[in-house]
């Protein structure tokens, strides 16, 4: 008889995410049971089974899938069972009441033209996308005070398709919710640019948020021109340490490698910031053997930065540094400085800053309002730019304490 998965595949940040740490775990521990073979980052709906008609199945699946378009869900912890093969780590989801109900019947339809495993006949089924697993018993505890000190996964994402695969895992087809249609394994593995622009588009017209279109150059050429008469923003960002590959282990960068970190770093960055806007760099550019100095990565974004010295900026010829600024914006005034140890004993304000990353996150949190500092590395505000506009409307006064720019912050 013929086997079968129903899952979920992860897509964006969130599959980028699942699947680097997938391969930090495997690296930092010496396991390969979920690297064998080639980690997708998924959630499993129903499987691994055995059907004497592969058709019904189809069939069962869109059945369910029609009755559904927006299934959202949530990653917000680490969690762990015991499996069939040993312990099995993950991401734990948390499931929408559509998220269950969509479960719920699709394991109701599928149990009566297949054979269920397990896993599907529970009352109370586990939502999750697996870390590490098969060969970790020996290692469980390392692993799980590993992930227990890092950032937990904060992640939003809705169930966009229903992905069916078949003998040794190759897909067969996919369901898509939000275009209520059947996509081909070809149209999933080779025109997926094309039908995932659609699914997308489809998702934020629901969402009642105009799709994205790919501008034209001439577009793009008018909306620069216009870009020279719009308000500028002010930014700030800290801490990139470009082409340094150990600091994907030292602070748990969610990066396969230093390439895929420096890429997306620069995106996100032009992605966020405006040829006109102002960019307050907090130090360290760059650093580790054969590095690119900073006047490379200027060159390569956008805005106009403002660079602070940092503890590994030796290589910056070509670009002005400061050892500290005054920034005074909207009435407030902020000491810009690289180290928040080294600010002057006669200032009382506000302090944003670098150099902590998130190695030292209960003194030195994305906000501390008692002692008015503000983190800016990467690794605590998304990898990307923040806006001081969007810094002033979270009322920093008011604030105790707001461990990154995704936690609800704590007010006094």
């Known amino acids: 008889m013929p086997h079968f998965f129903v899952e979920f595949w992860f897509h ?12 930090e775990v495997a690296r930092e521990f010496r396991v390969k049971g979920a690297i064998k073979p080639r980690p997708v980052p998924h959630m499993t709906l129903y499987g691994p089974s055995e059907t004497n008609d592969i058709r019904k199945v189809f069939a069962a699946i869109e059945r369910v899938g029609k009755r559904y378009t927006l299934v959202p869900f949530k990653a917000d912890d680490f969690d ?7 312990k099995v780590i993950a991401v734990r989801i948390n499931a929408s009441p559509e998220l269950e109900n969509l479960h719920k019947e699709l394991a109701e339809e599928l149990s009566k033209i297949s054979t269920p495993c397990q896993w599907d006949t529970l009352s109370a089924f586990w939502f999750h996308s697996v870390i590490a697993f098969k060969d970790i018993d020996h290692k469980f505890g390392k692993i799980w005070r590993y992930l227990g000190a890092k950032q937990q ?3 939003d994402q809705y169930l966009a398709r229903i992905t069916m ?13 939000v275009l209520h249609k059947w996509l081909s394994r070809r149209q999933v593995l080779f025109n997926n640019w094309y039908w995932r622009r659609k699914t997308e588009n489809r998702l934020r017209e629901l969402q009642g948020r105009l799709p994205e279109r790919r501008l034209s150059l001439w577009q793009r050429l008018i909306n620069w021109i216009q870009g020279l008469w719009a308000k500028k923003c002010v930014y700030l960002i800290g801490d990139t340490h470009f082409d340094h590959a150990n600091i994907i282990r030292y602070c748990k960068r969610p990066f396969s490698n230093v390439r895929v970190m420096n890429r997306i770093l620069v995106n996100n960055w ?4 405006k040829p006109k806007d102002t960019v307050y760099f ?10 690119r100095p900073a006047r490379y990565w200027v060159r390569r974004l956008n805005g106009h930065v403002i660079s602070i010295r940092g503890s590994h900026d030796t290589r910056a010829r070509g670009i002005k540094l400061y050892n500290s600024r005054i920034l005074n914006y909207d009435g407030y005034k902020f000491l810009l400085i690289h180290k928040p140890d080294e600010k002057p004993a006669d200032w009382h304000g506000w302090v944003i800053h670098g150099h902590k990353h998130n190695n030292n996150m209960s003194k030195y949190p994305f906000i501390n309002g008692k002692t008015k500092t503000i983190n800016v590395g990467v690794e605590l505000t998304n990898y990307r730019p923040i806006s001081l506009d969007f810094l002033l409307s979270l009322n920093i006064n008011s604030i105790r304490r707001m461990e990154t720019i995704n936690s609800k912050p704590e007010r006094w």
């Open 12 to 23: 964006g940040y969130p599959k980028h995410y699942l699947k680097s740490l997938i391969y």
């Open 80 to 86: 762990w069972r015991d499996g069939k093969d040993g």
């Open 282 to 291: 907090l130090g360290d550019w760059a650093f580790g053997r054969g590095s």
């Open 270 to 273: 032009n992605n966020t910031v």
């Open 165 to 177: 695969l078949g003998k040794g895992r190759k897909i067969i087809r996919e369901y898509d919710l």
């Open 153 to 155: 996964p904060q992640f």
